[in-house]
């Protein structure tokens, strides 16, 4: 599938839909707006809320290993098991719980191209109101793998070196602090511009018309020849709150293959709070 | 029905056509160029209230006629409003329930109106970020129900549905061409479906292939419901730029005080899409100088008094004891 680095990560519609209820294969839809979910999903696709199911409800961070095995193991999920993720705004979301299932050390996850609007706008695809209800199993997670996830410390890092790859997926009006959100969004900073030394490479460059992703040739073009990515070096990778970025690690690390490949989901409404920490405009 | 005493058996009977047009009232105050006549032509005088009542009968006639509505099968729809409320209020007649999928930023008054016309409501957050052309949040949400829940909804799909066009080939145009004794050189529209513009720009061409069809969009990022800036109109299939000559990028601030000048100045009480359109129109007669032009004014103010008074400084004030 489009010449990527790591293909078996990535599963067409058509895919889905001849694995549907197939033992070992757990569908998940992710979306930040439930309302989709429950309107309609792929046939016995458990549905996770981002917001409230995804993120620590006290303090801001992923949930803990624990709530995720209770989550996984709630949702019917064995760790042997294939899980295909899928969601809404492009696969954003469902992006983010993919990383999410990799920092847990679950092994077989993968992202179904296009997410649920390519879904929708297919005409043999259908979809249900039926509700889910899968049988708990007691999900034990693997081996943490925070090499996925960086932190401030190493984003200012990262800022100051050469020797990094930071790769901001924002818009460009939030990258040159023209606006500090786009428009209606709560989550916000005190102040707009971009991390220095970061690229601007909107995540919707990494997408086609119909929602999936670029073939890797042109991704290759874009990310590495037009704008500069050096795949020898670390790459960080952020937007917002680290949902967009999530979808651009993803195509980073898995489509492009690069080695080391890390999500910055504090995003901006950590590092634009920040005192006193750097930031560059325009 | 009787137009002359306007005496009628049903809502229906009043919806526009030929025979029953939209009224047009003459713009008097532009002190632009006297050789250049302007017509405003009052879509919120038809029955439901603005000019959707044309697309929604068309596209419901059109789903009761493949018998696609009835034995507990409604109407999903997204709408900015207008549409929804037309069809809403119609669907409700006629015994169909119905659901409407709303953007968040659509004004309160229109969402109540909603209610009150007996639509359901879902109203979601469309300003994620969306990448062009993907389609959005709310036609996404309907399309989902529409095919989850294929025996409780018809979508009649405005941004899609060729219904939307013949409606304004059918009324909009030839009300125009007989109201202006065919006259008329100038069509000033607004783009959201594209429905209108494209319906009236087809059948004013098919009389005078010289007709100037002029489209006024809104700036990027704009606040004025129910229409798209160009860099948005991926999400209609209706939209065909041949149709059109000139379209105008006006500074969507400009729609509100336009709009307050024209209920102040010409007793119009225009909402803020039309207030955009004669910002436009007052352009093209400054360039045209000549003419005979008529402006498509969608629906009226009292939908949009939240908005105005968020982008009119001072009207607020003095509201309140």
Redesign the interface.
Known sequence: MGNYSHPEVLVSTDWVQENLGKPGIKLVEIDVDTKAYDAGHIAGAVGFNWQTQLQDQVRRDIISKEAFEKLAGGAGISPSDTVVVYGDNNNWFAAYGFWLFKIYGHQDVRLMNGGRVKWLNEANKLLTTDKVSPQPVAYKAGPVNMELRAFVPQVLEASKSASFNLVDVRSPDEFTGKVIAPPGMTETAQRGGHIPGAKSIPWSTAVAPDGSFKPADELRAIYIDQKGVDPKKDTIAYCRIGERSSHTWFVLKYLLGLDKVKNYDGSWTEYGNLVAAPIEKA | MNHEKRVYNDIFEMLPNEENPSPMVRINRTGLSPEFRLFAKLEWLNPFGSVKDRAAWEMLRDLEERKELGNGRGIVEPTSGNTGISLAAMARTRGYHMRAVVP??VPLEKKVLLKIAGADL?V??D?????????D?SI??A???A???RDRYAMPNQYENDKNVEAHFRTTGPEIWRQTDGQVTHLFVSLGTCGTVVGTSKFLRSKNPNVKVIAVQPTE?HDVPGLRNVTQLGVSKLFDSSLIDDILEVDFRLAYTRALELCQTEGLLAGPSSGLIYEGAREIIMRDKVGLGVMIFADNIFKYTSNMMKHIPGLAAGTQA
């Open positions: 968040n930023k879902d979601i957050s300003e994620l970020c969306p990448a062009p052309g993907l389609g949040g996404n949400l399309k989902t129900h095919k989850a829940s990022g």
